[in-house]
């Protein structure tokens, strides 16, 4: 769903993610205006960096298709 951003917006330190109304991720898509950006973290810093970092991690819990696959092996 289109979210409308605002450059203006005033932030609090501990906000949710999906109330950051002035902020744009690398996965946004934009389907009308204009903007221009700055980019305030890259790679694995990004917000989609961390849930990487998750996915990666051996200590990440195992998916339900990943204990099936065990279960077969």
């Not at 903007?35 to 991690?57: D, L, P």
């Amino acid at each position: 769903m289109p979210v409308l951003k605002n450059e203006n917006g005033n932030i609090e330190a501990d906000v949710n993610l999906a109330d950051m109304v002035n902020m744009a991720f690398a996965t946004t898509m934009i389907t009308n205006g204009h903007a221009k950006a700055v980019a305030v973290r890259t790679g694995m810093e990004t917000k989609v960096g961390a849930i990487a970092k998750i996915i990666v991690n051996e200590d990440a819990p195992q998916t339900p298709i990943q204990r099936k696959l065990e279960e077969v092996r």
